[in-house]
């Protein structure tokens, strides 16, 4: 069974930067589908990123200031993130789709990490 972990998050100013990792275990992340979402607080969860056979695809909200990208060799997805504005303040999940798409819709993952809280102060 894979298991995911976040790390990277904190507190940062606007217009700062910050990497989020995720970390997986067992032997099968080169083919997992690979996502990060998104939730504040008093807000419903949303899409940010995703990694898969569909290629690369991200919220427009966030076009041009973060990128996912991937390390199979260590098991590991990130999302850099960078330009960060206070609406970006959330906890930030990543996820795993067993299909290996990687989709925009949080019912096609099947696992997901704890999640890391990302605040950013005005």
């Known amino acids: 069974q894979v298991q995911l972990v976040e790390s990277g998050g904190g507190l940062v100013q606007a217009g700062g930067s910050l990497r989020l990792s995720c970390g997986a275990s067992g032997r099968t992340f080169s083919s997992l589908g690979m996502g990060w979402f998104r939730q504040a607080s008093g807000k419903e969860r949303e899409f940010v990123a995703s990694n898969g056979w569909r290629g690369t695809n991200y919220a427009d909200f966030v076009k041009g200031r973060f990128t996912i990208s991937r390390d199979n060799a260590k098991n590991t997805v990130y999302l850099q993130m960078n330009s960060l504005n206070p609406e970006d303040t959330a906890l930030y999940y990543c996820?795993?789709?067993?299909?290996?798409?990687?989709?925009?819709?949080?019912?096609?993952?099947?696992?997901w990490g704890q999640g890391t809280q990302v605040t950013v102060s005005s």
């Open positions: 996820a795993a789709d067993r299909s290996g798409g990687g989709w925009h819709s949080s019912s096609r993952y099947d696992i």
